[in-house]
Nanobody, 126 residues
Framework: QVQLAESGGGLVRAGDSLRLSCAAS????????MGWFRRAPGQDREFVAA???????YYGRSMNGRFTISRDGDKSAVYLQINSLKPEDTAVYFC????????????????????WGQGTQVTVSS
C-alpha cells in the first residue's frame, strides 16, 4: 500500500530547474504537514522544506530561495520547485507526511513525520 510516491527527479545540468512531485494516498493524504528531505551521498538526511495544510511553507536554513514548496488544494500532492540547480543539490529527495498537528509549528525533524516515500534521485552535473 503506497502512501507517498515521488517523481520528477533525473539528471540535469547546473543552472537547470526541476519540479519534484509527491502524490499521497491512503492515510498519508490530507496530512497536517507534507515536506521534503534530501540525502546527499555520505551525508545525513537534511530538511529541505515543509508546508502545512493551510499552505504555509517553511524552508531549511540552507535553502537560499531557490526552493519553492507548494501543495494541491485537496492536499493530496506536494511539489518542490528547485531553480538554478547546483552540483551540491545532488541527492535523493524524499517526500514525507505527518498526520497530526505539531504543537511547535511546522516540524523539521525527520522523526516527526509518519510516512515516507521511496525517494527520487536528483543528479546535477557541472
Amino acid at each position: 500500500q503506497v502512501q507517498l510516491a515521488e517523481s520528477g527527479g533525473g539528471l540535469v545540468r547546473a543552472g537547470d530547474s526541476l519540479r519534484l512531485s509527491c502524490a499521497a494516498s491512503g492515510r498519508a493524504s490530507n496530512s497536517a504537514y507534507m515536506g521534503w528531505f534530501r540525502r546527499a551521498p555520505g551525508q545525513d538526511r537534511e530538511f529541505v522544506a515543509a508546508i502545512n495544510r493551510y499552505g504555509t511553507p517553511y524552508y531549511g536554513r540552507s535553502m537560499n530561495g531557490r526552493f519553492t514548496i507548494s501543495r494541491d488544494g485537496d492536499k493530496s500532492a506536494v511539489y518542490l520547485q528547485i531553480n538554478s540547480l547546483k552540483p551540491e543539490d545532488t541527492a535523493v529527495y524524499f517526500c514525507a507526511a505527518r498526520q497530526e498537528e505539531h504543537e511547535y509549528g511546522i516540524p523539521v525533524a525527520a522523526v516527526s513525520y509518519d510516512f515516507w516515500g521511496q525517494g527520487t534521485q536528483v543528479t546535477v552535473s557541472s
